[in-house]
Structures are given as structure tokens and as C-alpha cells.
């Protein structure tokens, strides 16, 4: 058995991610060691996590990246808490399942996806009063862009 074998540090095809995934494990062991500085860094790691999912969610109806900032509002949680792995695997198991079932649907089908997505945004928009505002600045003083909020 050679020394390299035995050593699990000791990887021969070691990648960034490898090395990456080792240096977390010593950071966040390091910080497991103080209690007061483990639920700081716990309860930092939920609210920014918890931003972040909530801001991905509300941009899911928009053209961009919203599922992927849910997917990564998620993967923050899931570095400190079980309950999020789980979430993120159930979520994207879900997404890779509704994905593949659009793609293979007609044009038709798409097209409807496409009428609904901008039927969301306009309302959102709409809501947000973004028409009265932007309406304003050219003239357009029309009641119906007010928002009824």
C-alpha cells in the first residue's frame, strides 16, 4: 500500500473543488469550536441564504435568472442546514423534471408559457405602479397605469 493511499488528504487527481471543499471543511470546523461564533455564523448564513431565495422567487416570473438565484439562495442554506439540502434537491429535481417535459410540448404549449410569463409581468409592473411612473415622465397621465395598491 502505497503513502498516498493512505493519506486521504493526499489525492492524486485533486481538483480546485477538492481543495476548495477541504479548505471550507477546516474554515467551518474552526468556527464549530466557539459556540457564540457558530450561531453568529449560522444565523448570518440564514438571513443572507433566506435574502437570497426570497429575492430569486420574486424574479422567477421575469426574464433572467430567477431560478438560478433560487438555486443558489437555496445552496447557501444547504451549507449549514439539512431541512435546505433536502429542499434543494426536492426543487431541482422538479425543475429538471418541468424542463424537460416544456421542451418536448408543441409550440403551441410554449407559446402559452410565453403569454404567461408577460400576462405576470405586465401585472406585476402593473401593480408596482412602473406604468403610471413611466407614463408620467412622457406625458401620459391615464388613470388606468395607476396601480389600485
Known amino acids: 500500500m502505497s503513502t498516498e493511499e493512505t493519506k486521504p488528504e ?80 426536492f426543487v431541482r429535481k422538479r425543475y429538471d423534471a418541468f424542463m424537460a417535459w416544456f421542451s418536448k410540448q408543441s409550440t403551441f404549449v410554449k407559446g402559452l408559457g410565453v403569454l404567461f410569463t408577460t400576462v405576470v409581468v405586465l401585472a406585476t409592473l402593473w401593480l408596482l405602479g412602473t406604468f403610471a411612473l413611466v407614463g408620467g415622465w412622457i406625458g401620459l397621465d391615464w388613470t388606468w397605469l395607476e396601480s389600485p395598491i
Open 10 to 89: 493526499a489525492v492524486a487527481d485533486e481538483g480546485p473543488m477538492d481543495t476548495a471543499k477541504v479548505t471550507h471543511r477546516r474554515f467551518r470546523a474552526r468556527i464549530a469550536e466557539n459556540k457564540s461564533l457558530d450561531l453568529a455564523y449560522r444565523i448570518t448564513v440564514g438571513v443572507v441564504g433566506t435574502v437570497v431565495l426570497v429575492l430569486g422567487v420574486l424574479a422567477i416570473p421575469y426574464p433572467g435568472p430567477g431560478w438560478l438565484i433560487v438555486f443558489a439562495g437555496l445552496g447557501i442554506l444547504a451549507s449549514e442546514f439539512a431541512w435546505a439540502k433536502s429542499a434543494l434537491r
